[in-house]
C-alpha cells in the first residue's frame, strides 16, 4: 500500500542554518503530496503541498519539489528561526480525497 | 468561518471500558476524517465520512466504529479499550472537493489505564 519514509531522529540546528527534512514515498499512482507541521500542543496544519511532478510547493519560506523519478519530496528552508520548531510530517493522498497517509514525523529543534 | 473543533481534549479510560469521541466540522464542509497519532508516530488514518456514509477505512478493528451527523458532525466510537489504544486522536474536515485542504482540529488526548 501507500506509505512514507522520512529520515530518523530529531533535527537540532542553531538559528539561521538551512534545514533539510528527507521524505520519500511509495504509491501506485500519482498522488498529491503535503508537507504538515505540528506545534507543541496543537493540531496539524497544512504548511505546503505539490499535486504533480515537478511542482513546488512553498510557504513561509519553506519549500519541497515533487520528484516522480526518486518519489521524493524533501522539505526545506534556507534559514530557520526559533519559531519554526515543531514536528514536521510528510504526507501522501493518492485519490485525493484526504485520505492521508503520514510519515513518522521530524521534531526539529532551532537553538537561538 | 468556525475551525474545526473536539471534544473532550483530554480524558482517562479504564481497558475494557468505550470512549466516544466528538468533532465538529468546518462550515461548509460534508467530509470528516480520524486518525490516530500515537505518541512520537505520524497520524494514522481511521475512516472517514462523506455526507454521513463511511467512505473508506483504515487498518483499524470493527471496535473502532463512527457515526456522521446532518450537520457533518462525527463521532469516533472505540469499544473494548485496549491500553495500546492511547493516542492523540485527530479529526480533519474537508470539503469533498479533489484537491482541498483538509484542516485538523486540536486533536483529543486518550490514556487507557
Known amino acids: 500500500g ?20 528527507n521524505c520519500t514515498y511509495t504509491a501506485t499512482g500519482y498522488p498529491s ?10 493540531g496539524l496544519q497544512l504548511l505546503l503541498k505539490a499535486t504533480k511532478a515537478d511542482d513546488k510547493g512553498s510557504n513561509k519560506g519553506f519549500e519541497a519539489t515533487y520528484r516522480k ?5 524533501h522539505l526545506e528552508k534556507g534559514s530557520v528561526q526559533v519559531s519554526d520548531s515543531a514536528v514536521y510530517f510528510c504526507a501522501l493522498d493518492e485519490i485525493r480525497d484526504n485520505r492521508l497517509a503520514f510519515g513518522k514525523g521530524n521534531q526539529v529543534v532551532v537553538i537561538p | 468561518e468556525t475551525g474545526v473543533t473536539q471534544s473532550p481534549t483530554h480524558l482517562i479510560k ?13 462550515s461548509g464542509h460534508n467530509t470528516v476524517s480520524w486518525y490516530q497519532q500515537a ?3 505520524g497520524p494514522q488514518f481511521i475512516f472517514q465520512y462523506y455526507r454521513e456514509e463511511e467512505n473508506g477505512r483504515g487498518n483499524f478493528p ?13 463521532e469516533l466510537n472505540v469499544n473494548a479499550l485496549e491500553l495500546d489504544d ?7 474536515s474537508s470539503s469533498g472537493q479533489a484537491n482541498t485542504e483538509a484542516f485538523f482540529g486540536q486533536g483529543t488526548r486518550l490514556t487507557v489505564v
Do not use: H, K
Open chain 1, 33 to 42: 503530496l503535503f508537507w504538515y507541521v505540528q506545534y507543541p500542543g496543537e
Open chain 2, 86 to 92: 492511547s493516542a492523540l486522536y485527530l479529526c480533519a
Open chain 2, 62 to 74: 470493527p471496535r473502532f466504529s463512527g457515526l456522521q451527523f446532518p450537520n457533518y458532525s462525527s
Open chain 1, 69 to 73: 523519478e526518486t518519489t521524493s519530496f
Open chain 1, 2 to 21: 501507500d506509505s512514507v519514509t522520512q529520515m530518523e531522529g530529531p533535527v537540532t540546528l542553531s538559528e539561521e542554518a538551512f534545514l533539510t527534512i
Open chain 2, 14 to 26: 479504564t481497558r475494557g471500558q468505550q470512549v466516544t469521541l466528538r468533532c465538529s466540522s468546518q
Open chain 2, 39 to 41: 505518541l512520537g508516530q
